[in-house]
């Protein structure tokens, strides 16, 4: 109002000056000063009005109700299947090759001095039902597809069964401790008692079990992580970050994920270099275990008559048998990955090497065999891609090959056979997972993934078995006849993820679906058994994920 009285003034005063001395030079020049000075006062007030409009519709938006987030794209399509919040913060930018935008608290942070804690987890209500009993809970055993035939019982049942076991919880600590970014991390879940006494009748006693924890600390570009994670053998969505939400492990709700996949959670001690922004690459010292089969449902490797009863169960694992197992060294991975752009699109490309140790001692006391120390070294390799072909559509290609390395493919094979003179031979063992992965829309994931798993078949004739003779040959190791050692495990996998709603203060709720058909080969086929065993299985899964 000021300002439309002060003009209305000016401009009175003008036109009197105008009336009285329109032809005095000083007069004219004063008039054209008051004019210039009556448009930037003009342009003044329109420059406050549309300032004043800007506030009132800033302050309209930031009164209005929040809007749901939009969903993460292709590039972080684990968040729908792992613990980790990854609501556009990516977890405080650590280390470079996981670097994203600008990181924001999560609404559950609480700091303590320059440490962040972020609790993190999700709640599922699983329904899983399987076409045979493969009577292995809610993770599938890939390799104990039971036949279809009236001599297994298990091959004529289905299996319907509901679950929380996945169900997870955990804690991450971000902190920087002189000048190195600090983080820590803890997963855990409720599968630990995934067996019989899992499942009672008037209670659930699912145990709690320890799934990550680690400490990773990095600076100047070189990182170190020492504690139980992801194998630096599992692939990677994203350079070599140990955060689950960087681990390719499928989008599948089958605990034991796909058959083929390269994949354990063991104790570990990780050096990594970062060049620059998109290469990296480091070496793994990994727990070791001597694996000779019995994991996932599969058979054990049969074992020289004259050497299992008294030696080799206490020198390798095998069902299970996991304590007082000697190893000769730790498991050595070297990886290196490069992340990076094709015009718009990203892609990422690793590959991976394994040297594994293998040592059994034959005492003297057991004169068919050459007494003392005998060992072997395994080796392996992965070469793996993860690359966006079209605008949020991803092409999947991971591959395994190795002398030694079966244990690594969940278990389905062998490491080592003994032979019956003490000695170890690595079994050849190859596995893949292909596939895509495709973000229809903001709120639906698509993906389809083809896994299959081969061991090769590694035999000694063994003259320690009465009656083995040339003529009547028995056999020890891996795919012996009459034996039912599997030669290949196969699975295809369609997934369909839908987030029904999302709230960047409240949290997600999605709805996870699976299909698989899964079929295994065995080595030896004995009379009247079908070549292959085969099952169908189906995942329902609900799924509240925290904010």
């Known amino acids: 109002m000021l300002r439309r009285i002060t003009l209305g003034a000016l401009s009175l005063l003008i036109f009197q000056i105008s009336a009285l001395a329109a032809d005095l030079p000083e007069l004219q020049e004063l008039r054209a ?17 549309e300032q004043q409009k800007l506030l009132e519709r800033a302050l309209q938006t930031a009164s209005a109700p929040a809007a749901p987030a939009a969903s993460t794209s292709i590039d972080a399509p684990a968040q729908l299947v792992n613990a980790v919040n990854r609501q556009g913060r990516d977890i405080v930018n650590f280390p470079r090759a996981m670097q994203g935008g600008e990181s924001k608290p999560s609404p559950l942070s609480v700091s303590i001095g320059n440490s962040t804690f972020t609790p993190l987890g999700f709640m599922d209500a699983t329904f899983f039902a399987r076409s ?8 599938t055993n890939f390799a ?26 955990g804690v991450r600590v971000d902190s920087t401790v002189m000048g190195a970014k600090v983080l820590g991390y803890l997963e855990a879940d409720f599968l630990f008692n995934n067996n019989s006494n899992g499942y009672q009748i008037t209670s659930n006693s699912a145990g709690f079990r320890l799934r990550n924890y680690f400490v990773d600390l990095q600076k100047n570009g070189f990182e170190v992580m020492g504690g139980q994670d992801w194998s630096f053998l599992t692939p990677n969505r994203k350079g070599l970050s140990p955060l689950p939400s960087d681990i390719f492990y499928t989008q599948n709700m089958d605990t034991n994920y796909q058959a083929g996949l390269i994949w354990t959670r063991q104790p570990q001690f990780r050096f990594i270099a970062h060049p ?61 990955a490069y992340d990076g752009k094709a015009g718009a699109k990203a892609m990422h490309v690793e590959a991976a090497a394994l040297i594994s140790g293998f040592k059994d001692y034959v005492p003297a006391s057991i004169s068919t065999a050459i007494a003392g120390t005998h060992t072997a070294v395994g080796f392996g390799g992965s070469v793996n891609a993860n690359l966006e072909i079209v605008k949020n559509v991803r092409l999947i290609a991971n591959t395994f090959f190795s002398d030694g390395g079966g244990r690594y493919i969940f278990g389905i094979g062998p490491d080592v ?35 299959g798993a081969y061991v090769g078949k590694n035999i000694s004739f063994d003259p320690t078995v009465a009656g083995s003779t040339l003529a009547k040959p028995v056999y020890s190791g891996y795919g012996v006849p009459a034996g039912t050692q599997n030669r290949s495990v196969q699975q295809i996998t369609f997934d369909w993820v839908q987030t029904l709603w999302k709230n960047p203060a409240y949290g997600a709720l999605s709805l996870i679906n699976q299909y698989s058909y899964i079929w295994r080969d065995p080595w030896f086929v004995p009379a009247g058994t079908p070549k292959s065993a085969h099952t169908n299985l189906v995942y329902i899964n609900l799924r509240y994920t925290l904010p």
Do not use: M
């Not at 000063?33 to 009005?49: C, Y």
């Not at 045979?132 to 993770?139: A, F, K, M, P, Q």
């Not at 001599?151 to 509901?162: P, R, V, Y």
């Not at 299992?308 to 190893?327: D, E, K, Y």
């Open 33 to 49: 000063k008051i004019a210039a000075q009556q448009e930037q006062i003009q342009r003044l007030q329109q420059s406050v009005n």
């Open 132 to 139: 045979t009993n493969v009577g292995s809970g809610i993770g």
């Open 144 to 169: 104990g597809i039971p036949f279809n035939n009236q001599a297994t019982g298990q091959g004529k049942l289905s299996e319907t069964n509901f679950s929380a076991q996945n169900s997870r919880i």
């Open 276 to 336: 620059n922004e998109s290469f990296a690459i480091g070496v793994s010292l990994e727990n070791p275990q001597q694996y000779i089969g019995g994991g996932a449902g599969a058979s054990t490797a049969t074992l020289p008559n004259n050497l299992s009863a008294t030696l080799l169960n206490t020198q390798f694992q095998a069902n299970g048998n996991i304590l007082g197992v000697p190893n000769w060294f730790p498991d050595i991975i070297v990886k290196g």
């Open 417 to 451: 056979v003994v032979r019956p003179d003490g000695s170890i031979s690595p079994v050849h063992a190859y596995s893949t997972v292909d596939g895509f992965e495709a973000q229809v829309s903001k709120n639906t994931l698509l993906g389809a993934y083809y896994g």
